[in-house]
């Protein structure tokens, strides 16, 4: 008889993987504002596993920060652009195959990082505390974390540019 972690765990895992697959490729609808929403339902499932892993401040920082400011950010980014349906539909050969080379890149940098890396859980010693957490993140694993904080920065430029209005 499974035990209701193993039950919660493969429901939230699949309940990610799903919702992760149609905001990506959603069947039901071309509306971007669907695909945010699917997004929202993946990271809420994800902030169920961290707290089936007794990692409740990650599980708080991921509704609050990512469900709640950053899709704000990108439902105001999606609205204020007004895309409309045939400017979807094309494709940039170019930009495809950039964006290949891209994710191909952060893949292999990813199966580096993995293979070379200990286990996060080795190194704290309270299981889900802050305290720990946020001394190696600012010792240990600072360089990551200055870059994904620069990468943040480079993401609210862009969408302060995207944003703007061209004037005439």
């Known amino acids: 008889m499974p035990e209701l972690t193993d039950i919660l765990f493969y429901a939230f895992a699949g309940l990610t993987l799903l919702c992760g697959f149609l905001c990506v490729a959603n069947p039901f609808s071309r509306n971007p504002v669907t695909s945010a929403m699917f997004l929202v339902l993946t990271i809420i499932s994800m902030a169920g596993l961290y707290v089936l892993l007794h990692a409740f401040f990650l599980a708080a920082i991921q509704v609050l920060v990512y469900a709640g400011a950053v899709m704000v950010l990108f439902l105001f980014v999606i609205m204020l652009l007004d895309i409309r349906e045939e400017e979807r539909r094309k494709l940039n050969g170019a930009a495809v195959g950039v964006g290949a080379i891209a994710v191909g890149t952060l893949a292999g940098i990813l199966t580096r990082a993995l293979w070379h890396a200990e286990p996060l859980a080795k190194v704290a010693t309270s299981e889900g505390a ?33 944003s703007r209005k061209e004037l005439k």
């Open 130 to 162: 802050t305290r720990p957490l946020g001394k190696i993140l600012f010792t240990q694993y600072l360089l990551p974390f200055e870059v994904l904080s620069i990468l943040l920065l480079v993401a609210m430029v862009g969408v302060i540019l995207l």
